[in-house]
């Protein structure tokens, strides 16, 4: 089935660039997914990326995808202490999704 | 936000209790789904429905079971609860929009079974 990757942990500093990456490995997969979850919530969709795209930017969110590696990032620019969370990918098979384990960002001045 | 609700939001139980979780939606969404979040597994998908009575199995579906009688109720029975399904559990809705299978989640319950 499918497997979705994500590392554990990511720091910054208040004001630079975030970058969480996820590797999967189904290359079926027609869309992926970015998701935020704040301490004590649900999830919350953040951005999502088609297949046939390499790149999809909303505000501070830059989304890449590169097929032929199997790698998805998203990058948040000019990070700030309200973007700490845990961030998840998520690939759809059919009608369901398959998450990663979540990247829990810090955020510290 | 996506109307979702999810009863109780926190429960502690014994060990061989049944437990049932509801959930409860007003966007008259088909699909609906059940997932378990547990440090360094991220979610898991336990069971999912795509219609009223229309249900299958997902990821870790052993010693759940489910039902859907009406579009805006989705239900997960523990039947015989056990220290390993304590957890927190998410459910969420879907619609095919322009970005796929777009999933909304509840605010989540917190399950201890002692």
């Known amino acids: 089935g499918e497997d979705v990757e994500q590392s554990l942990f990511l720091s910054v500093r208040e004001g630079d660039s975030s970058v969480i990456n996820c590797t999967y490995t189904?290359?079926?997969?027609?869309?992926l997914y970015w998701y935020k979850q704040e301490p004590g919530a649900g999830l919350q969709l953040l951005t999502y990326i088609f297949s046939n795209m390499d790149m999809k930017q909303d505000q501070r969110l830059t989304v890449l995808l590169n097929k032929k590696d199997k790698h998805l990032s998203l990058r948040i620019a000019d990070t700030q202490t309200g973007d700490s969370a845990i961030y998840f990918c998520?690939?759809?098979?059919?009608?369901?999704?398959?998450f990663g384990t979540g990247t829990r960002l810090q955020v510290f001045p | 936000d996506a109307g979702i609700t999810q009863s109780p939001r926190h429960k502690v139980t014994e060990t061989g209790t049944p437990v049932t979780l509801r959930c409860h939606q007003t966007e008259n969404h088909r699909y609906m789904y059940w997932y378990r979040q547990d440090p360094g597994h991220g979610l898991r998908l336990i069971h999912y429905?795509?219609?009223?009575?229309?249900?299958d199995k997902g990821e870790v579906s052993d010693g759940y079971s489910v039902s859907r009688s009406k579009t805006e109720d989705f239900l997960l029975t523990l039947e015989s609860a056990t220290s390993s399904q304590t957890s927190v559990y998410f459910c969420?809705?879907?619609?095919?929009?322009?970005?796929?299978?777009?999933?909304?989640f509840g605010p989540g319950t917190r399950l201890t079974v002692l």
């Open positions: 998520a690939v759809a098979m059919s009608d369901k999704l398959i």
């Open positions: 189904d290359s079926s997969s027609t869309y």
């Open positions: 969420a809705i879907g619609a095919f929009r322009s970005g796929g299978i777009e999933q909304f």
């Open positions: 429905s795509y219609g009223v009575k229309d249900t």
